[in-house]
């Protein structure tokens, strides 16, 4: 389907038990299950995520070549996405937009946009870049031609592609939102990034105001850790609260520690100036001192399904408990 849904009303966010990032579960009066920052995690009725169909998934976006605007890799996978999502999701848009970077390039760019459940009130916003990189910038070799971007892209798209499938199958107890943006790794400069997450903050659909959102970005290295996010725990610590705190239920908290890391700049930034209350889910440290980072070596190779598992795990658990 072509074209934003109108019909979802103005909603505004409202959390459980805890708000802050320290803060642990307490319990749901008259049950045995765990309430985390408002949600009660019921394991009985989650559906299993498999990190293998995932990874499987990342192979075939790698597979297409760099996936920067103007290659035949950009236009495969964005027909691909759109294909895949249209026989999974109630309704699917593209938001087709144009940027003229730095350099001068005028660059034709899509952001891809769907829905599950859409007249549901009540919504969650899953957002992943699909784009590369268009220059090894951290590499001394070829550092002028463009990335695989196995983990950077392709990580965060799999988990949703893959979450997709798990959705079709299991309706969700409330609607779900997939954002796959494009142009968020462009640059260099902040001028020439976040591009399709700052088009979709000025131009989403007529009175769309999820309760949250939730980011992935590079979460598929082979030793994955996904510590809080600087940002996140200032812009929506009510959002990380949940999160990691289901994590914790799932008896993930080993790989999800409630430590603030690093602070990073990512598509959640445009989303929470727009007021959408949003938080990123990444691993700081992609390869040894985070050497594979806008390299060529973030390939395949140096990529594994854990991470997808663990991310995909959580996310499905965050959304079959009710958000």
């Not at 299950?33 to 498999?50: C, E, K, N, Y």
């Not at 003229?100 to 859409?118: C, D, E, K, Y």
């Not at 031609?145 to 990580?155: F, L, M, R, V, Y």
Request: with cysteine; aromatic share 8%; glycine share 10%.
């Amino acid at each position: 389907m072509r074209g934003f849904s109108t019909s979802l009303p103005m909603r505004a966010v409202v959390l459980g038990c805890a708000a802050a990032v320290v803060t642990g579960a307490c319990a749901d009066s008259g049950s045995g299950a765990q309430r985390t920052g408002g949600i009660v995690v019921d394991t009985s009725r989650i559906p299993r995520f498999d990190g293998d169909a995932a990874f499987d998934l990342l192979r075939r976006q790698v597979a297409f070549g760099p996936r920067v605007s103007g290659t035949p890799g950009h236009a495969a996978q964005l027909q691909w996405m759109e294909a895949w999502l249209e026989s999974r999701a109630d309704t699917v848009a593209l938001q087709p937009f144009t940027h003229r970077a730095r350099n001068g390039n005028v660059l034709t760019m899509a952001n891809v946009f769907a829905q599950f459940r859409p007249d549901h009130p009540d919504r969650i916003l899953l957002i992943a870049h699909w784009d590369t990189r268009p220059t090894a910038d951290m590499d001394q070799d070829r550092a002028d031609e463009p990335i695989d971007g196995a983990n950077d892209g392709a990580s965060g798209v799999a988990v949703l592609l893959h979450l997709a499938d798990v959705l079709a199958r299991n309706p969700p107890p409330m609607g779900v939102d997939i954002l796959l943006t494009d142009g968020e790794d462009y640059g260099p400069g902040e001028a020439d990034m976040y591009l399709g997450a700052k088009h979709f903050a000025a131009n989403r659909p007529p009175g769309y105001r999820p309760l949250y959102g939730v980011l992935l970005d590079m979460v598929a290295d082979r030793e994955p850790m996904f510590p809080v996010e600087g940002n996140s725990s200032q812009l929506a610590p009510e959002v990380v609260e949940r999160v990691w705190g289901v994590a914790e239920q799932l008896g993930l908290g080993a790989y999800f520690p409630r430590r603030v890391g690093m602070y990073v700049t990512d598509d959640h930034i445009p989303l929470n100036n727009a007021g959408i209350r949003t938080i990123n889910i990444i691993d700081f440290d992609y390869g040894p001192a985070n050497s594979y980072w806008h390299t060529h070596q973030d390939i395949v190779e140096n990529t594994a399904p854990l991470g997808l598992e663990l991310v995909g795990r959580v996310v499905a658990a965050v959304v079959y408990s009710g958000g």
